[in-house]
């Protein structure tokens, strides 16, 4: 494929390898497979849902030639829009948390976003970022609400690229497929677009501690337990996104164990990934252990650990957060 010329950056998203995790397999007797996804343009899972959410609304008229994207995003739905807009010739308007790691807010203003930055608060307070950036949707010229939690288009492009991709890729040997989520996107994409291909296929919710569909999922009811530092997972609400998800079953990951799979995939397979990663690493393990041995599972590594020097590579961050400091970090 080193021949390949592509028509442009819009091209390089999606179709991103499979890789055999070695250490997962091991622990769990299974093939652990991850998929790719920090080497999409924009760096993570999200360039997929940017560019299908883009271009469903322009295929519905939503947005217009003069058109301004606006989104309340964690970070890297803002990045993956921001590229995708700047391809298109599209402004970007991003209402972030001011608590999200400085590099992704940096990069957001490096990539030419206009970042509104907003306290954390629940959902149910206006302020919420979600809601302001609706708000400043709809009081912008031309303003589009890209609306990832609700918008399906966001799972569509799951539905359409991601799911495919893994189907053809295992050539249709796969047992299980589990991530968290964030919108949800990524699971209930992958569920219906496997299931599509084979109803046997286990989709697995992997949840932080925090978050509520676990036991949403396990007992039918939306509750949290324990919280997690663990950015762009962690969902308190059914979104749209979630709705009609196809899952089968579902673990609950603590930061501990899902830092455990972070640090031993960058010391022992050269895999540098964010905190979301490991949590769904550990997740397919759990999984692999439920179906039983020689079963193929398959997971997504969301994004780079590097976009989380200040807080997953920062000592002095860690023990402040309680967690534990490895050794290359304290020397
Ligand atoms: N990991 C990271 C780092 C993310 O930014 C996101 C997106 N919020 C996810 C996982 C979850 O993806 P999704 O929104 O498709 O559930």
């Excluded at 322009?58 to 803002?78: F, K, M, Q, S, Y």
């Excluded at 599209?90 to 608590?99: F, G, H, L, Q």
């Excluded at 203003?109 to 302020?127: D, F, I, M, Q």
């Excluded at 912008?140 to 569509?156: E, H, I, L, V």
């Amino acid at each position: 494929m080193a021949s390949r010329i592509v028509p442009g950056a819009l091209s390089l998203i999606g179709n991103t390898p499979l890789v055999r995790l070695a250490g997962a397999s091991a622990e769990s007797g299974c093939e652990i497979l991850a998929k790719c996804e920090f080497m999409n343009p924009g760096g993570s899972v999200k360039d997929r849902a940017a560019r299908f959410i883009i271009e469903d609304g322009e295929a519905r008229g939503a947005l217009g030639p003069d058109g301004v994207i606006v989104e309340g995003t964690a970070g890297n739905t803002g990045i993956g829009l921001a590229l995708v807009g700047n391809a298109k010739g599209y402004r970007t308007i991003i209402v972030i948390p001011e608590t999200q790691s400085q590099e992704k807010k940096d990069t957001l203003r490096a990539l030419g976003a206009e970042l509104v930055e907003v306290p954390p608060t629940s959902y149910s307070n206006p302020a919420h970022y979600v809601h302001t950036s609706r708000r400043i949707a709809e009081e912008t010229p031309g303003g589009f609400w890209s609306n990832q939690f609700d918008n399906t288009a966001n799972r569509m492009a799951h539905i359409r690229t991601t799911a495919p991709e893994i189907w053809a890729q295992t050539g249709g040997r796969i047992d299980g497929f589990t991530c968290a989520c964030g919108t949800g996107g990524t699971l209930a994409g992958v569920g219906l677009g496997l299931k599509e291909q084979d109803e046997r296929i286990t989709i697995a919710l992997t949840d932080p501690h925090g978050a509520a569909l676990y036991s949403y999922y396990a007992q039918g009811e939306l509750a949290a337990e324990g919280s997690s530092v663990a950015e762009g997972i962690g969902q308190s609400r059914i979104t749209a996104n979630l709705d009609g998800a196809p899952i089968d079953t579902q673990f609950r990951v603590a930061d501990e164990e899902g830092l455990r799979w972070v640090r031993q995939l960058l010391m022992e397979e050269g895999l540098c990934v964010g905190l979301s990663s490991g949590i769904n690493v550990a997740g397919a393990v759990a999984l692999g252990k439920a179906l039983g041995p020689g079963k193929t599972i398959v997971t997504i590594l969301c994004d780079s650990g590097m976009r989380y020097l200040s807080t997953l590579s920062n000592p002095v961050w860690l023990a402040a957060k309680g967690l534990p400091v490895p050794d290359w970090l304290a020397r």
